[in-house]
């Protein structure tokens, strides 16, 4: 079955980086695109990355456009999201998410919070 599982959130300062990483299993990762969502409280989950299965098409929500980078490792089936120059509004819950045979598969998520 498909299984996603994020890592590498945490606390971080203004202005500080860290780098996100989903480990995928139970389908040709290289054949479908994948994504990062985020969940802020209070607010409704918003896309902030895709790529395609390739690699070689990304494209982000204007909030992280110049900060955020997108990449996937086929070989190892796992899908990064650098992120830079955080900033308090990007604290939220981040997701990867892929659509298989119409079915959005979600990992558990992994928090990331920017705070001084």
């Known amino acids: 079955q498909v299984q996603l599982v994020e890592s590498g959130g945490g606390l971080v300062q203004p202005g500080g980086s860290l780098r996100l990483s989903c480990a995928a299993s139970?389908?040709?990762?290289?054949?479908?695109?994948m994504n990062w969502y985020r969940q802020a409280p209070g607010k409704e989950r918003e896309l902030v990355a895709q790529?395609?299965?390739?690699?070689?098409?990304?494209s982000y929500a204007d909030s992280v456009k110049g900060r955020f980078t997108i990449s996937r490792d086929n070989g190892q089936s796992t899908v990064y999201l650098q992120m830079n120059n955080l900033k308090p509004d990007d604290t939220a819950v981040y997701y990867c998410?892929?659509?298989?045979?119409?079915?959005?598969?979600w990992g558990q998520g992994t928090q990331v919070t920017v705070s001084s």
């Open positions: 790529i395609s299965g390739a690699g070689g098409v990304t």
């Open positions: 998410a892929v659509k298989r045979s119409g079915v959005v598969y």
């Open positions: 139970g389908f040709t990762f290289s054949s479908y695109a």
